[in-house]
């Protein structure tokens, strides 16, 4: 267990609809990396929150959007879904050092219908 | 950002020792370079980092030159266990850089 949790840990939904993501890092990290993982492919960076603010974005459509609250969790919306959006999506929480490792959670498959 | 680029897959047989290259010329004083490995439908897990010289611990090795242009994953004495997709990643955390993986390695190991 990586002490990261990701909800739902499925989700279907048709194109158009919005759909949340959920994310809590583990206790005491401050800063969470979004990827998304088509099937049989890479990691892609989405985005990287750290203690609240943005810090770096990457490949990140304009239908999708992040933010990370106050008590550190993260939320990534995506909305008007499209049948290429299905995916898992995975977050990854780190602590302050340079150096520390990704925790990554068990993700959530998202699944466009 | 430092690029990686990697052997798409590696097939090996159970016992042997598996060696991964991991390309990246242009990486940063800063970066650290760190390798993680994801079985289907989980998220990846670390490994093991380094950023200079060899670096062992009670899964892998991993050897860094000293123009760390590249490094070298190491797992001994493989088992079919071991068959999963392993990325590396260079890069340094919360200092406003994607952290981006490259395209990874898939290891099938073979009875």
């Known amino acids: 267990d990586s002490g990261v949790t990701q909800t739902p840990k499925h989700l279907i939904t048709a194109t158009g609809q919005r759909v949340t993501l959920r994310c809590s890092p583990r206790?005491?990290?401050?800063?969470v990396y979004w990827y998304q993982q088509s099937l049989d492919q890479g990691l892609q960076f989405l985005i990287h929150?750290?203690?609240?603010?943005?810090?770096a974005k990457g490949n990140i459509l304009e239908r999708f959007s992040a933010q990370q609250f106050p008590d550190l969790h993260s939320e990534l919306n995506l909305s008007s879904l499209e049948l290429g959006d299905s995916a898992l999506y995975f977050c990854?929480?780190?602590?302050?050092?340079?150096?520390?490792?990704?925790?990554f959670g068990s993700g959530t498959q998202l699944s466009v219908l | 950002l430092a690029k990686t680029t990697q052997p798409i897959s590696m097939d090996s047989y159970e016992g042997q020792e598996v060696n991964i290259t991991c390309s990246h010329n242009?990486?940063?004083?800063?970066?650290?370079i760190t390798w993680y490995q994801q079985f289907p439908s989980q998220g990846p897990r670390f490994i093991i980092q380094?950023?200079?010289t060899k670096v062992t611990n009670e899964v892998a090795s991993l050897f860094i030159p000293a123009d760390r242009k590249s490094s070298t994953l190491s797992l001994p004495r493989v088992s079919l266990s071991d068959t999963a997709v392993y990325y590396c990643?260079?890069?340094?955390?919360?200092?406003?850089?994607?952290?981006?993986f490259g395209g990874g390695t898939r290891l099938m190991v073979k009875p």
């Open positions: 242009n990486i940063a004083t800063n970066d650290y």
């Open positions: 929150y750290y203690n609240g603010e943005e810090r």
């Open positions: 990643l260079v890069g340094v955390n919360n200092a406003g850089n994607m952290l981006t």
């Open positions: 206790s005491g990290d401050l800063s």
């Open positions: 380094g950023y200079k």
């Open positions: 990854a929480s780190t602590g302050r050092a340079t150096n520390e490792k990704l925790f």
